[in-house]
């Protein structure tokens, strides 16, 4: 009898011990026998031994500082291509999984060479589908998340549920981090798209997702959310677009999507201060 594959599941822990513990808790019922969990722990103190201890199929790094979405699981990535991963998955600590949802992930990728997955995303607690990818809307410099099942591909995957064949990250590379937080799921997608792969919603396999549990204020994005998405979506188009195509992705978010960001997103004075250092900021130098 074949082996199943070994994947590695990483979870990026900061400030939100609770959210994590329920996400290791429904991997801890998940029906796919070979797995292991790596928990980086980007918060400055170390994360509880007693709590630890609670999941056999733990291994827990401590950064001792914020190393932002892309340090921290670059760390992991690495682990998990030091110690012979044949998958490896990104997963949001503030998710909680399917027990099943590994399965069709799995089955999807061994009949499909040079395709990096993710699952259907809901909102927690709901039937309600969060995204199933997004598309990048140069008009508006903004990506846009995808909330109907459609033939045609995303343009990229969320970071909250990235699952690809180790060998796929060797090639690809780790997440880029000049981002920190936020858009570099989408700069790692685009780049994973000019090599070659494809990028799939595997609607078999259900997650569910809280959203930004630690960087929001209600239904509004928090000071740190607000910076960076700005500053982001600026140094998104600086890394990947040309010519008519970067200027149009700049002048878009500058005079229409930040607007969009203010409207819908903004909730406190320092998230619009913020919001507009991190516009500044991205665009000193283009």
């Known amino acids: 009898m074949t082996e199943s594959p070994l994947v590695y599941i990483i979870i990026l822990n900061w400030k939100n011990i609770p959210d994590t513990v329920e996400c290791l808790d429904s991997l801890s019922q998940i029906s796919y026998p070979r797995y292991e969990i790596i928990l980086v722990n980007n918060d400055t103190d170390p994360f509880p031994l007693a709590v630890q201890g609670r999941y056999p199929h733990l291994m827990t790094i401590n950064n001792g500082n914020n190393l932002g979405f892309t340090g921290g699981n670059n760390v992991g990535i690495e682990m998990a291509l030091d110690k012979k991963a044949d998958y490896v998955l990104i997963l ?93 799921d989408a700069d790692w997608c685009l780049r994973a798209r000019r090599k070659g792969y494809g990028l799939k919603i595997i609607y078999e396999s259900k997650i569910w997702h809280k959203h930004s549990a630690s960087t929001k204020i209600g239904r509004g994005w928090g000071p740190a959310k607000s910076y960076y998405m700005a500053r982001n979506s600026i140094l998104f188009g600086k890394k990947n677009l040309k010519g008519i195509r970067k200027w149009g992705w700049f002048l878009g978010y500058f005079f229409l999507g930040s607007h969009l960001h203010l409207l819908f997103f903004c909730r406190s004075l320092k998230s619009l201060k913020n919001h507009y250092k991190g516009l500044w900021q991205g665009m000193a130098g283009v």
Not at 113 to 120: P, V
């Open 92 to 184: 949001n600590n503030d998710t909680i999984v399917d027990p099943a949802f590994l399965d069709p992930l799995i089955d999807f990728s061994a009949k499909h060479s040079k395709t990096i997955l993710s699952s259907a995303i809901y909102l927690y607690n709901s039937d309600q589908i969060e995204n199933y990818g997004g598309k990048l809307l140069g008009g508006l410099g903004l990506g846009q998340r995808i909330k109907k099942q459609s033939s045609t591909d995303p343009d990229y995957l969320s970071g909250a549920c990235l699952f690809a064949k180790a060998e796929y990250f060797k090639d690809i590379g780790l997440f880029d981090k000049d981002y920190f937080a936020y858009f570099e």
